[in-house]
Each structure stands twice: as C-alpha cells, then as structure tokens.
C-alpha cells in the first residue's frame, strides 16, 4: 500500500515550472529516494507536500486517502515530518526548546510550560532509537550530526510516521553519514515510510529501496535501486550522456606563488582555531582542501581573502609579505577569489549584472575614464563574460537576483577568472549548481591550470577533490593532518582523516 | 552637596515610578513587538496617540476611565495598521515607523483643532485620581514610594510582571520567541507566524497607548502638542538595554524617568547652568546607554525580517 | 507585462501620493469641511499666482535639501532622522560666519558661510556615525537623540553670546553682501534654488558614476559584499553620514542666507522629517528627491492658503506626508490593489 501519493502536481513561481505534472508515489515501510539535479523541482515537490507551498493543480492522497495540506500543521497532523536541508534550530535555545515549541506540554492549569516533562519525553523518544542527547543542551554548542539528530526528534515527538530527509548528507563526513543510514533503517524497521531527497549517485545506489528521477521539474522514471546503476541514474538525471570525470593532463608545476607560513587564528565567536597552517601554493598546480564543513574552511578562506587578520604567522604573495594587506590590495595584485557564500558575499542582487561584474574592481583605472566609470567599456565587458560563460538571462539589464542561482555561480566564476590574476581561491565553486555547469566550471578551472595560476579549491564534493587536484590536503578541527600528492588518497582514507583519524590509522 | 541630597531624594524616586509608566509600558511593548521580529520604531507615535485618544475619551465622557478604554481602543486600530504594513505589506519596519511618527503628530495635531479649536493644548479634562493603598502607605520609605499613586501606575507593575511571565514561560511566549529568532523553522512547525506577529506588534502598540493615557490623565490632565517628548525613542533604548525582557526594560526605564525626576527638580532650582543644559540630560543619556548597550546585546536574531509562509 | 525598475518606482510613488490624498480627502470631508474648496485653494495657493508660485518653490528648496540628505544616507543603508537637528547647526554656524565677516564681498562671504554650514552639519551627523560604525548603536534612536541635543544646544548659544537685544530670540542681520540674491521680487526666492538644483546634480553624479558612490551604494546594498570587494565599510559609513549631515546643513545654511537674513530659535517646522517623506517617495534617488519635494512644496504652499481660506488645519498636510511614507515603503500594497482590480474585472 502507499503511504503517500502525489498525482499531476504542478508548481509554478511566476514564469518558472517548478514541478509539472508529477506522479510521485511511495510504499509504506520504504526508503524512497528522489533523485535529481540541482533546480529539478525535488525541494519543491516535498515543501508542497509538506504543506510550505500551494500547489497549482494536482491531488495528494495519505495511506489512500485524499487530503488537502494547506499548512504545516495540516502536515505534521498527518503524520508527517520534514527534515530540512538548512536546520531549522534556533541557536541559543536548548535542545528540548527546539523541540516542543508548537506543541508544548503544559502544567495543571494550561498556562504554564512543564519544563521537566519535556526534557524527560525526549530523553524517552532519543532512547528508543538510539539517540543520545542531554535535553537541556543548547544548539549554538552541539555538534552538526547531533543537529540533525535533533532535527529527526522533532519529527518522532510528532508521531511522525512519513519522514521527508532534503539532502541530509551535505554537512556529514562519510561515518557519519553511515549512522544516519542506521537509524533510517531502524525507523523502516518499524514501519515508517522514508523520502529522501538527494543528488548524489552513490548514496543512492546504497540506502535506497527504489528511486524517482527528476528532471527540469518533470518526472522521468521510477525504478528499482537492483535494477539500475550510477551511470543510468546519471544519464536519466541529466537527459544525456555525462562525462562523470575530466580530463587533467599532466602539467610541471613552476615557481611558488603564494605562502601560508605558521598561521594561527582564532575565530572569537565559535573558538575554532586554525593551528600552525603551512601550505605552499604553486603555479600552474590545483591545491585541493578536503575537510567537513565547519573545521576551519571558511576562517582559511577569509584569512587568505583579508577579511579577516592572522592572530600570528605571515602570508607571501609572490614572494612579498601580504599579512598586513587589505582586501583591496590582495586582489590588486592578482587574487582571485570565488567565494563559499555567493549570495552573502560574491553578488550584490539588486545591482544589475553589469555593476556585479565591477564588483571588486570599482576603482579599477581599467574601467573608468579618469574620475568617472566607463559604463560603455564596462557594459562590453560583461557582454563577453555573459556569452563566454554561457550565462541565461532574461533581459539587458537584469539584476543579479533574477538569475537562476547555477548562472549567479557562473556570473561569479566569470568575472574572477577573466581579472587578471595569478592565485584562484575558489571556495565550494559548484555549490548549488547543476551538472551541465559542473562541468564548465570544472573545464574553467583545468585551464587557469594550463595558463599556469595556482588555484585552491576547498570543497565539501570529494569527487571534485580527487577530481580535479594536483594535491590535496585535509583539515580537521582547524589543522591540517594530511598532505600529499592526489594519487596517495581514495575516498575512504579522505573520509576517516576528515573524521579526525590520525594518518597512521589510515 | 545640598544639591545631592535634594536630588537622592525619596522625592524623586517616588516621582521617577510615575515618570516611567510610560516608558515602561511602552519598553515591555517593545520587548513583545522585537521578540517576534518587528521592530517597532512607531511607540513614539503610539504613546502619542494613546494620550490625545484617552484626552477626547474623557474629554467626551466625562470619565477618564473612558478615556483610558479610548486609549486602548486607539492602541489596538494603531497596532493593526501597523501590523498590516509591516506583515502583510512587508515595509520595511523603521521606515513604517517613522511614517506612523509623523501620522501621530499630524493626526494629534490636526484633530485637536478640529475639536478644540486650539493648537498648543487641550481644555483640561478628567484626570485619574491617586488611591492610596492602605496598610502599605503606613511603611515607612517603602509606604512613600509605593502607596499613593494613580492606578496606572499599579497596573504598569502587574503588567510588567505578568510580561516576563508571559514571555519566558507560557507556550505562546516560547513561539514569540521562536519567530523572533527564525520564523522559517517556526512556521516549519506549524506555528501560525501571521498570528504571533500580529499579536505581539497589537500588545505593544496597546501597552505604548496605555501608558500615553497616562500622560494626559495621570501625570497632567491635558493634552498638548506632541506630549510624548521622546519617550517612544527611550523606551526603545531601554528595551535594547534591558536584553528583550521586560524586567530589564523596566530597569532601564527606571534609568530614563529618575534622570528625568532629576531634570525637573534641578530646573526648579536656580543653579548656574542653564536650563537647557538641564533639559538635555534624558536625550543625552540615551545615546550615552544605546553605545555602550548595544556592543553586547544579543537581539532576535531575526529581527526586522520578512519571512512570510509561502503560498 | 513587467516595466523596468524605474518606471515601477515612478507608479508606485505617484499611487501613494494619490492614495494619501485620497484619505486626506476623507478627513477633510469628515471634519465638515468641502473636499473642492479645500483642494481648490490647495491649487490656487501653489499655482494661483507669481507670487504663489514663487512660494511653492520657496517651500521647495529646504525639501530638496533635507530630502537629498535622507536619500544619501538611504542609499548607504543608514537612517539619518537627524535632518533637524543637523540643518540647525548648519544655519547658526552659516549665520555666525554672515554676521561675523562682513567686510568680505559676496564672491567669497557667501560660498564661506555656505561651505562652514554644511561642515557644521557634516560634524553632528558624525558623532552618530561613528557611534553606528563603531558600535552598532542604531542611528535612528541617536539621531533623534541628537535633533533634542542640537536644537537645545543652538538655542543656549544664541541666547548667552549672540542674541540681537530684544525679545525675539535671534541674531542680528547678516552682512548685505552674504544676502544670497533675489529671483523673484520681493518674494524672498533667492539663488538657493539654483543652488539646490546644482547639488542634486552633485550627488547623482557622484552617486551613479564615481568609485565613491559604486561603494556607497555597495555598503548599502549588502556589506559582505563589500567587504569581499575590499571596501572599508566602517570608512564609508561614516563618510556618508557626513555627506548627509552636509546636505542637511545646507537646508539651514540657504533658509539663512535666503529667507531668513539670521538665525531665530525654532525657525524649521520639522523640515528634517518632511525630508524624509521627501526620500521615501522619491525612491532615494536624487531626481526623484527633486520631483518629491516639488510635490511636497506644493502641499506646504497650499496647505497655508487652505488654512487661511478654507480653515482647514494645516497639519492636515503632516497626516499626508505620514500617509505617504506608509504607502510609498510598501510597494506589495499595490500590487494586491492591482490583483484585486483584475479580479473585479474577471480576469485570470
């Protein structure tokens, strides 16, 4: 019997279809996984069905009867629970906190909150699958996997028995992403139905009971997880045959271009120290950084930017002292910098795609006519980065905003890799980006190798890493505990030393 | 030192609790409105338009505790309108609050000649008289601070009080809260956003209104021309150096209204500064405590956001 | 259909013009007074003569000023409410200067007096920038803060060391030579329109095509951002409240030099928050600004000649600008009236 059906769902935002006329059905008791690209409409088919969105048209029936979600309470009251791709925590709440609201449990007289009560319901609740988490901890000071942890509690103290997971594997090393697998399959032992939105080939081809294809908001196919493999599920994701890896030729690296020597920095919000960093960055070579998110990535990145300053330690750019170098001189001298958060950092949404280009270059003499900005010189230039980079847009002076999110990632990679630059910083460069773009980006990268600049690549996609680096280094806990040569690593040692397993374990 | 004395005063502490009410009240508004996401810059113009409404309510009736219900009348229309532009409309928040600044001084001002016919200040009205409680006006010191005041003034107590309970430790105070703080994971839980909002903004527009009744029928029993003298843009510091709760808050207002007291004892006396100087000290205090609060406070972390449910 | 941004700002401002006149409308009627005669002489007081018309551009330039400094702050993502008490330092220091050096002639007196206003105004706006850059104190709540502060302190200057013997509390007349000349005889409209005009073109250029203004608007628009650009954004923040700060200034320094011919306690009549409605409805842009105060000159001018012919109050005047900076910060309202019109006529 089906736990959950959605038949001839349409969804759209303005122009955009997100979700047109899809059939989606899933067994009670299975781990059904919906598989597709960035921008295929899965998020959106489950927020629908969750009760975040209105659907346009369609029909949704629960354990065989029709039902009209208009709200997540409707949801939740139909036993359903949503475990979100970005937590839904508050920070300085504590554990049991995140977890009632909405639902308290009350004293005698219905006004006030039973406190004691609460913590003990979701000691009981973690008990039975295994869980272990102190009630009363507060979010802002546990960890990502016991986030999560919490994130499904939510969603048992609901009596939830359909379970939507949206990309739950992004934050997690590979062990950690094993124990979730263990509680999904404890939870389908007893009985519950699990959906599992995803766009990674291999955790489908392992967790998965049957899996759905999404493509451009359309439904492709459904099949058995026995009867299929990655490169089908690839091929069906993306309509055509997908190269999964790219060519690299063999390339001698040149001269050293930028140095990282002793550094040390404390980020005085969350304590994480960067330890003793030494790397060197060579010419002509691409220096990938593996690590789970949240161990130091994004300190690195912001030290090496100049957003942030060294606490001790020196950083050399072509064989000059930068530690004391603001931003604005750094990419003067020739960094590029592709950063993690492209919203936060690298576009501006309201300013035009042009004004986004000269972000970063504003008081360039290239483009100004001595006091004032040459907006002809500047307008061509973005002509040509628009076409070079293939980057859709739907009129001349569109702002950043209205840009899918793949073409703000190309517009970004555009204009940093067309400055005149010797050191690319490129930080989670296809974060959030569909596989077509994967590969051009992939290809951009290879050949600022070829034009002989040292690029490095921080990414949470191992795939990418062993991909595209010459070598390749692991952070944990603000060190660096490995570097070598790519060839030296797989994904299993990469995955333990990210976990913080010494090399010698390994 | 004389001057010290007469400044440390029981006097002028007892004047300082009914100078506060308020700032108070509309500080414990402040603390509802901005623990649920919405700044509220408009209590300026909503203590404002408490004490002109509670002026014509007993003006009209005879009876100031018409006037005070006109008060929270106008307290509950205002909020509304405010909620519909900062919710549905999504303004943005400040620049909705100053709008609804300016329409208070221009409504006041404009309906006053319209009434009266005058422009500076009402005719007097019905004023609320002080009670005294028994047994409690007998203890000495604390009988002087606390045992002759206008109801109000024991109202702004309970609801002080009550405000903290209400915030820290009700289900309804955990999901103001929670929306404050991150409305999408709220709304995840089937918290109705709209509702929370809605009701917060609402209270402290009826609190600020409330305790604007008490300008014109507690404290004199008039209305003149933009009476609320800055009160709003106080109780707003108070409530950011007060951390959200309205137990701080009331502190901090407690801060403002003693400087105040003070203000006006020492106008009273003929020292060698000059009386602007004097006049100054509430505003200048208030920059004084904004400075040095604000490097270490901790506001909603989604304060002034839009989230809506999406539909 | 989509227009480009621009055209959408200019229908939007004009619908909340509109439906703010509307309710003002209403309030009039409900006040028991006729709706044409009030807006006849709302029009004939603008329009209805040279005079009136020089009095509707007279009203005019202290918006374009007050509202150009709003509109700047804006743009860089700050609140300057401060207008008033920032245009009060800029007309006493301009004043002081007036008075003061009266053996220079007008070539260089006035540009002096006028440059020595806008740095006064520059220097009160900094202290809350840099309260705001360094501390994050909100500068809404410290501007305000400031206008009490400054309006007190102006007014003890002026009473204890230059007050013109007398009961009015003002200054004597400033030099011959710093009386910024007449357009329009006998009408006080002065060279300071000229003036205002040349500074809104000032800053659009600066704003929309110099490196200074790109990171202005930048810090505006998302600080991140700027900070990867490399900006300096506590620099810029504070740099641009004293442009602001500047401009506010000038709105005193020219009501002196053109109107006044001194300074007097208490002259503005909330010029610094008309301003800000100003800003808001001419979408933070300096043409805008421009068209805005014209708009509300307008309303000033024939608010007076309602007061006087019809007996309308004029704060009635205030209700509107309050009415229209509610209507024009919520665009979404017209987009539902809008949908609601389509509905009515059946549409899909």
């Known amino acids: 019997m089906f736990a959950v059906e959605m038949k001839n769902i349409s969804k759209s935002f303005g122009s955009v279809k997100a979700n047109d006329q899809i059939d989606f059905a899933v067994k009670k008791g299975e781990i059904h996984c919906l598989l597709g690209e960035n921008g295929a409409g899965k998020s959106t088919l489950m927020k629908i069905l969750f009760g975040l969105y209105s659907k346009d048209q369609g029909q949704i029936r629960i354990n065989d009867k029709t039902v009209k979600i208009s709200n997540p309470a409707a949801a939740i009251d139909k036993k359903m629970g949503m475990i979100h791709q970005h937590f839904m925590l508050v920070d300085r709440f504590s554990i049991t906190e995140n977890i009632i609201a ?110 759905t294809i999404l493509r451009d908001g359309k ?118 910098h592709i950063p993690s958060d492209r919203n936060k950092r690298g576009l501006v949404g309201n300013f035009s795609l042009a004004k986004n280009i ?83 980006i992939h290809k ?15 990414s949470a996609e191992l795939d990418e890493l062993l991909n595209l680096s010459d070598r390749l280094l692991v952070i944990y806990e603000g060190a660096i505990v490995a570097q070598g040569k790519v060839e030296e690593f797989n994904e299993e040692k990469l995955g333990l030393l990210m976990a913080g397993h010494s090399e010698e374990e390994v | 030192m004389d001057i010290l004395k007469i400044i440390f005063s029981i006097n002028t502490f007892t004047a300082a609790i009914r100078l506060v009410v308020p700032i108070a009240l509309a500080a414990v508004g402040g603390a509802f409105s901005e623990r649920a996401g919405v700044i509220n810059i408009g209590l300026e113009g909503m203590i404002l338009i408490g004490a002109f409404a509670a002026a014509v309510g007993s003006f009209f009736s005879g009876s100031a505790y018409l006037g005070v219900l006109a008060a929270l009348g106008a307290g509950v229309v205002l909020g509304l309108i405010f909620s519909f532009f900062t919710v549905d409309l999504e303004a943005d928040h400040v620049v909705a609050g100053v709008g609804i600044n300016i329409l208070a001084l221009g409504f006041t001002t404009w309906l006053m000649q319209v009434i009266w016919g005058q422009k500076g200040a009402s005719p007097s009205v019905s004023g609320l008289a002080r009670i005294r409680i028994p047994i409690l006006a007998d203890i000495p010191i604390v009988g002087e601070l606390f045992g002759c005041h206008s109801p109000l003034v024991y109202l702004m107590f309970i609801i002080v009080i009550s405000g903290w309970y209400l915030m820290f430790k009700t289900p309804l105070g955990l999901r103001i809260r929670f929306t404050g703080e991150h409305p999408e994971a709220a709304d995840t839980l089937g918290i109705n956003i709209r509702f929370i909002k809605y009701f917060s903004v609402t209270l402290s527009s009826v609190l600020a209104a ?78 004084v405590v904004l400075a040095g609060a604000v490097i270490k406070s901790r506001p909603p972390a989604a304060l002034g956001n839009h989230y809506k449910s999406n539909k | 259909m989509s227009f480009n941004k621009t055209t959408k700002d200019i229908i939007y401002s004009i619908a909340a013009i509109v439906l703010a006149l509307i309710v003002g409308a209403i309030l009039i009627k409900v006040s028991g007074n006729s709706i044409t005669e009030a ?105 305000i803060m400031f206008n009490y502060i400054g309006i007190l302190l102006t007014t003890f200057l002026l009473k204890n060391y230059f007050k013109e013997d007398g009961p009015v509390d003002q200054t004597r007349k400033i030099a011959e030579q710093a009386k910024l000349p007449e357009i329009v005889a006998n009408t006080r409209l002065s060279w300071a329109l000229f003036i205002a005009i040349i500074v809104v073109i000032i800053i659009y250029y600066l704003l929309n095509y110099t490196s200074y203004g790109y990171d202005l608007q930048l810090v505006g628009e998302n600080i991140d951002a700027a900070e990867y650009s490399g900006v300096n954004s506590d620099k810029v923040i504070i740099n641009a409240m004293l442009l602001s700060g500047g401009i506010a ?60 012919f019809a007996k309308i109050p004029a704060d009635l005047m205030t209700i509107v600008q309050g009415l229209v900076i509610l209507f024009a910060a919520a665009p979404s309202l017209f987009k539902i009236l809008k949908n609601k019109s389509l509905v009515f006529r059946g549409g899909n």
């Open chain 1, 219 to 336: 439904k492709i196919d459904t099949v058995n997880k026995d009867e299929t493999t990655p490169q089908k599920l690839a091929n069906l994701m993306v309509g055509r045959n997908v190269l999964l890896d790219v060519e690299k030729k063999e390339k001698k690296s040149t001269g050293e271009i930028f140095r990282l020597e002793k550094v040390n920095y404390k980020n005085p919000l969350s304590g994480l120290k960067l330890k003793n960093i030494n790397i060197s960055f060579k010419k002509g070579e691409i220096v990938g950084l593996a690590g789970v998110e949240g161990n130091g990535q994004l300190e690195l990145e912001e030290t090496i930017a100049g957003f942030r300053s060294v606490d001790s330690g020196k950083l050399y750019f072509d064989s000059q002292d930068i530690t004391e170098l603001s931003t604005r001189k750094r990419r003067d001298m020739g960094l590029a």
């Open chain 1, 102 to 211: 909405g639902q308290e449990i009350t004293g005698a007289l219905g006004i006030k909150i039973d406190n004691k009560a609460a913590e003990k319901k979701v000691k009981e609740i973690s008990g039975n699958f295994g869980f272990d988490l102190n009630p009363k901890a507060l979010i802002e000071n546990i960890s990502v996997g016991e986030q999560q942890r919490v994130e499904i509690l939510k969603a048992l103290y609901r009596n939830a028995e359909i379970l939507i997971l949206d990309e739950p594997t992004a934050v997690l090393t590979p062990q950690e992403t094993e124990e979730l697998f263990k509680i999904m399959r404890s939870l389908t032992a007893d009985n519950k139905t699990i959906i599992f939105i995803t766009h990674k080939l291999k955790e489908t081809m392992e967790i998965a009971d049957r899996i």
């Open chain 1, 358 to 440: 000269l972000l970063g270059s504003e008081w360039n003499q290239q483009f100004k006519n001595r006091f004032a900005i040459n907006f002809n010189y500047l307008n061509d230039y973005t002509e040509k980065i628009l076409n070079e980079y293939d980057i859709r847009y739907s009129k001349k002076n569109s702002t950043a905003s209205e840009l899918s999110g793949g073409n703000q990632q190309k517009l970004i990679i555009g204009r940093e890799l067309s400055r005149a630059s010797d050191f690319v910083l490129a930080a989670q460069p296809t974060r959030g980006v569909d596989i077509g773009a994967i590969e051009f």
């Open chain 2, 210 to 287: 409330l305790g604007g009744s008490y300008l014109s029928l507690g404290h004199l029993n008039w209305f003149s021309s933009n009476m609320s003298a800055g009160r709003g843009y106080m109780a707003l510091a108070a409530n950011i150096f007060g951390q959200w709760n309205p137990l701080g808050g009331f502190a901090a207002s407690m801060l403002f209204a003693f400087t105040d007291a003070v203000q006006m004892r020492l106008q009273g006396m003929n020292l060698n500064i000059a009386s602007e100087f004097i006049q100054m000290l509430p505003y200048v205090l208030t920059v």
């Open chain 3, 39 to 143: 807006y006849y002489y709302l029009f004939y007081g603008a329009f209805g003569s040279t005079y009136n018309i020089a009095q509707t551009l007279l009203k005019t330039i202290p918006l374009i000023f007050a509202g150009l400094a709003v509109a700047v702050g804006f743009q860089s993502g700050l609140f300057n409410i401060g207008g008033e008490g920032q245009l009060y330092w800029g007309a006493f220091a301009t004043a002081l200067v007036a008075i003061t050096f009266t053996n220079l002639p007008s070539i260089i007196l006035i540009p002096l007096a006028l440059a020595v206003g806008a740095v006064a105004g520059a220097l009160w706006a900094a202290v809350p920038g840099i309260l705001r850059a360094k501390t994050g104190a909100h500068e809404v709540i410290t501007t």
């Open chain 1, 444 to 458: 951009q990268l290879i050949k600022m190798r070829e034009e002989d600049n040292a690029i490095f690549l921080i």
């Open chain 3, 249 to 308: 200034g000038l709105t005193g320094s020219t009501m002196v030099l053109g109107v006044l011919h001194r300074f007097i306690t208490n002259f503005s009549p909330g010029y610094g928050f008309t301003g800000i409605a100003v800003a808001v409805l001419g979408q933070n842009k300096p043409l805008g600004v421009l068209l805005a105060a014209f708009l509300f000159g307008i309303l000033e001018a024939g608010g007076m000649s309602m007061q006087l």
